[in-house]
């Protein structure tokens, strides 16, 4: 398509690689300012970075723990800089400010309605995954800001997994709650930490569970290795969130 009549929709139904060739080449300029931005400001590592790497031709869903939108800006230029596409599942909410909503689905992000069946989202990840490219979501929803706050996984990334027959790359961070504390808006230099948990397919759960309850095991397997790499950052790391 040409780049004039590519509408929105047109950036979440095609693969990434097919996008007109100046917003790729924009892509990674974005890219490229952001993993630079991201490393000096929070000197960021990755530890055991080869599970977020795919078995197969497909592409991976990868879950993560959320406390903070430099997360994003940090794991996706990690992602990109290994050769991978990648596409981060927002909140439809987003949408509603034209600046975000034109940029968002100019970097690859699939919107999504909270609390509903959005069977278009699951969709269009699953054939993401088709494609080869990697899905990111983090199933807690929202920004995790203070360990009282209640939190809500959202299981709809084992689904997408099962309808893309792909694997889930757990993964966890740490530090990034302390960019900015709270009632503060501006960032501030820290340091922080990203581990990967061992990757699962939906071919490990246990002999004789139903087909639903295999999917069960999944999204619980997938949780419980995301919460088990984040509490051994935090038990490293004293005092960081």
Known sequence: MKLLHYTRDDYYDNAMRDYPVALRVFYYVVIAILYVFSKI???WTVDNADELLPRGERGSVIICNHTSMAEVISIV?????TGRRVR??????????????????RVGGIPVDRGTADMKA?????????????VLIFP???RIRSDD????VHGGFALMAQMGKADIAPMAVCGFRDITPAGKHIMRPVKTWMRCAERLSLADAPEGLKRSERL???????V???YEVRDELRQEHPGRR
Do not use: C, Y
Request: glycine share 4%.
């Open 216 to 222: 069960q095991w999944f999204e619980d397997e997938a």
């Open 122 to 134: 699951l969709r269009r990840a699953q054939h993401a995954l088709q494609r080869g490219e990697d």
């Open 41 to 43: 400001m929070w000197r």
């Open 224 to 226: 419980r290795r995301m």
């Open 149 to 152: 706050q209640p939190v809500v």
């Open 140 to 142: 807690e929803g929202t």
């Open 88 to 105: 981060p599942i927002m909140k439809s909410e987003f949408n509603n400010n034209p600046i975000v909503r034109w940029f968002f689905a």
């Open 77 to 81: 230029p990690h992602i990109v800089r």
